[in-house]
Nanobody, 121 residues
């Protein structure tokens, strides 16, 4: 019913920038909060940034001041602008969205397939 597709990952040098995009497709009643998580090898998945349907944002301390999350509700898309990238930002980045399938339903978490971000000299 719902698919989340990420794009924009790749290899970048320390100090560089990348912009990730995640577009939702399918059918639903509403998309609520959206966010980005990441998982590095040997580590647990962690929240990077999240944004509410009204535009309220939150960030992990490790990325504050460097990353910016935004969304375009008309395009059903969430973005993550990543600046001043560091090697420790290397991870698979996953898009997350809380989506209500029908009016009155609790929203459910949906996940994208992930996109690799590698920060290396």
């Amino acid at each position: 019913q719902v698919q989340l597709v990420e794009s924009g990952g790749g290899l970048v040098q320390p100090g560089g920038s990348l912009r990730l995009s995640c577009a939702a497709s399918g059918s639903w009643f509403s998309i609520n909060a959206m966010g980005w998580y990441r998982q590095a090898p040997g580590k647990q998945r962690e929240l990077v940034a999240a944004i509410s349907s009204g535009g309220l944002t939150t960030y992990a301390d490790s990325v504050k001041g460097r990353f910016t999350i935004s969304r375009d509700n008309a395009k059903n898309t969430v973005y993550l602008q990543m600046n001043s990238l560091k090697p420790e930002d290397t991870a698979v980045y996953y898009c997350n969205a809380h989506i209500s399938a029908a009016y009155g339903d609790y929203d459910r978490a949906h996940w994208g397939q992930g996109t690799q971000v590698t920060v290396s000299s």
